[in-house]
């Protein structure tokens, strides 16, 4: 069974940065694809960045050139590091992982994101 956790929420001004991190039971060099998607109160689930086994890496446009996807693979995490945030990236942030395309997705339990004056 595979547990994702996150960490690294909390409340920020706009502007400012923080990291997530999403930390696997299992090795992430299995994983296919993990990814950063995130939820805000009554809108859907959407994907925010991707990173492939290969160090490839997506991202929604709306955070181009503001989020980082990246991962260590001797720490079996990933981080999404967010700078400049704005009111509209505030959201419970989730981890997912693959081990092949279309397969099974695992979930992390979330971490929540705020961003207020």
């Known amino acids: 069974q595979v547990h994702l956790v996150e960490s690294g929420g909390g409340l920020v001004q706009p502007g400012g940065s923080l990291r997530l991190s999403c930390a696997s039971s299992?090795?992430?060099?299995?994983?296919?694809?993990m990814n950063w998607y995130r939820q805000a109160p009554g809108t859907q689930r959407e994907l925010v960045a991707t990173?492939?086994?290969?160090?490839?890496?997506n991202y929604q446009d709306s955070v181009k050139g503001r989020f980082t996807i990246s991962r260590d693979d001797a720490k079996n995490t990933i981080y999404l590091q967010t700078n400049n945030l704005k009111p509209e990236d505030a959201a419970v942030y989730y981890c997912?992982?693959?081990?092949?395309?279309?397969?099974?997705?695992?979930w992390g339990q979330g971490t929540q994101v705020t961003v207020s004056s």
């Open positions: 299992e090795t992430i060099f299995s994983f296919y694809v």
């Open positions: 990173i492939y086994r290969t160090g490839s890496a």
């Open positions: 997912n992982a693959r081990y092949k395309p279309f397969s099974v997705d695992y």
